[in-house]
């Protein structure tokens, strides 16, 4: 989840999913409230833990952060000296999860359908729309935190991408430069008040429409791919805070059509890998379900 969240585009909610443990990990989010608060000050520290599933969460996000530290620089590296093959890598690990993800939904019908193109339809227009400019008050920081980090945990969104869109990026990257509490916090809160209110909608969307859920989730990771397609024409660029230009609006080309060398054949070799080791995963995981 780490490694994939580090990639603009491509969301470690996916990687959840695929491995198995994404609704245990809603489930837990979802468990972090009043009762685990009581049960802290009534029945002790352990208890509250277990209530928490505390030793998954400490297992799940020091995984995570174990992944950002040490893969941040070579997934940079790649993605600046080898961009197609990245991609084409990524792109064929989200083409298998969303057939295997789709695979378990047991009768498709007119609602899972919909559902399904209209989680193509959301995570598609996602990937095309253009950065805007907005507030930079206390109250739309918080709701970016709110809204970036719901996208981190739903497979096929990403939240990154959904800061760049809402035009807090750079804002909020060059706030943690430089250190600016006010923001940070503002930013910190809706974070976790997003997280553990989103998390609550999915395990009720879980519980009661289980496989409509899996349907737009489905749709996510499909209408994500234009995101990861490895060959692009940038249309519009923007300068970092390191003052370095980097593509702000880019289209997906087909391989002919890219200016430079497609190199094609490792593409697909990379995308084949991909594929390859979600199958893996997928054969090795342990599906919880939902009670």
Known sequence: MGAADIVPGVSGGTIAFITGIYEELILSLKSIN?????KLFKEGILSAWQHINGNFLVVLFSGILVS??????VLSYLLENQPILVWSFFFGLIVASALLIGKSITQWNIGKILGLISGIAIAYYITVASPAQTSEAYWFVFLSGAIAICAMILPGISGSFILLLMGKYKFI???LSSVKLDVIIVFILGCISGLLTFSRLLSWMFKYYKELTIAVLTGFMIG???KVWPWKTTLETTVDRHGEVIPLVQKSVLPQQFEGDPNLIWALVAALAGFIIIWVLERKSSKPSVE
């Open 68 to 73: 950002l530290l040490s893969l941040a620089k």
């Open 34 to 38: 009043a009762v685990a608060v009581r």
């Open 173 to 175: 990257l060059e706030s």
């Open 224 to 226: 994500s791919l234009n």
